[in-house]
């Protein structure tokens, strides 16, 4: 059993900033020479998300709409009276999103449909700094 670790440094925009990690999981999934295992990609923090869709720009928009619906960026969060960040939002949706995505690997490829990708989701409400881990665990 081998493991490999390494991060993904990127610079978001918030509000549900949409970023296609695939390339460079893919790049550590090939670095690492490990071929059958799993592969995890976790976003440290409590306002982003890791998950997998058709990264096109109709989904992407349906996607971000959806959130919206679910948990509205515009109303009165308890998070925001207590630290004044305005900022309540992107919590609840990070922990409705969940943190991490856990991908099976078979034969050195990360097992993603034809058009699913790997994207990191910024809920938060500005700009920020993030160091995504990826860990792969395997032969």
């Not at 900033?17 to 550590?28: G, H, K, M, S, Y």
């Not at 923090?45 to 890791?50: A, F, I």
């Not at 990191?120 to 860990?135: A, K, M």
Request: with cysteine; proline share 5%; glycine share 8%.
């Amino acid at each position: 059993m081998k493991i490999s670790t390494e991060t993904i440094s990127l610079n978001t925009s918030g509000f549900c900033d949409t970023i296609n990690l695939t390339p460079q999981v893919l790049a550590i999934v090939s670095k690492s020479k490990i071929t059958d295992g799993l592969v995890t990609v976790f976003c440290p923090g409590s306002t982003g998300s890791v998950t997998t869709i058709e990264y096109e720009s109709g989904a992407l928009q349906d996607l971000k709409d959806a959130i919206e619906r679910i948990v509205p960026s515009d109303l009165p969060y308890e998070h925001n009276h207590r630290w004044e960040d305005g900022n309540g939002f992107s919590h609840v949706r990070a922990a409705l999103m969940k943190p991490s995505l856990t991908i099976p690997l078979v034969k050195g490829r990360p097992m993603l449909g034809t058009w699913q990708q790997i994207v990191f989701l910024d809920f938060d409400n500005r700009g920020r700094h993030r160091e995504i881990l990826v860990q792969i665990i395997g032969d």
